[in-house]
């Protein structure tokens, strides 16, 4: 069965330094997002992508954040210059459609020391 | 605005007892709700969704648009349900994003 699947699966950074988590949704899947989860939190969306840009974002994903997907399979989400603050499980999804199931994949752990 | 709640964060039973986990919803429109489960050190997975109307693992959910709930029901818990469950809501007037609740923590003790 196809799935989502994420790399690193655990990255410690120091806070300043830029990171990239990259993911690679289902092949035949056309919405992409990243979530978030803080330790003890709920799940947080962050942004969705849609048609080679991003659809929807919140409050989150500011200017350090950004998406890209470089070659039509990597979905990478880049943090600019870490914080303490985003030490987080980062949660890739995709679905086939704006309302349908989301396939989430492992996850990502951030660590920001 | 678009809300999902989960009042209960830790919710513990006895294998065999029955289970609810209480969902409750805010939103404008018809609403597509879902279960989420995330066992223990696994991805998050799609437990159940309310258009599908099926039970899944014994857990069954029906969505009450009077009540603005969606909550998820199993008669007979056992002990592999132990899981972190969250209610998701999604919807053509949720933009292209889902909301999730908190998630509630259910340990089936045996």
């Known amino acids: 069965e196809p799935e989502v699947t994420q790399t690193p699966s655990h990255q410690v950074t120091q806070m300043g330094q830029e990171v990239i988590l990259r993911c690679v949704p289902i092949s035949n899947h056309l919405y992409f997002y990243w979530y978030r989860q803080i330790l003890g939190q709920k799940v947080e969306f962050l942004v969705s992508f849609y048609n080679n840009e991003i659809s929807e974002k919140s409050e989150i994903f500011d200017d350090q954040f950004s998406v890209e997907r470089p070659d039509g399979s990597n979905f990478t989400l880049k943090i600019r210059s870490t914080k303490l603050e985003d030490s987080a499980m980062y949660f890739c999804a995709s679905s086939q459609t704006n309302t349908g199931e989301l396939f989430f994949g492992e996850g990502s752990r951030l660590t920001v020391l | 605005a678009q809300r999902v709640t989960q009042p209960e964060k830790l919710l513990s039973v006895f294998k065999g007892a029955p289970v609810e986990l209480k969902c409750n919803y805010s939103y404008s429109g018809s609403p597509e709700l879902f279960w989420y489960v995330q066992y223990s050190r696994q991805r998050l997975q799609l437990l159940l969704r309310?258009?599908s109307r099926e039970s899944i693992k014994g857990f069954t959910a029906d969505l009450n648009k009077g009540e603005t709930s969606f909550h998820l029901k199993k008669p007979f818990a056992q002990e592999e349900d132990s899981a972190m469950y969250y209610c998701a809501l999604g919807g053509p007037n949720t933009g292209n994003q889902f909301y999730f609740g908190t998630g509630t923590s259910l340990t089936v003790i045996p």
């Open positions: 309310h258009i």
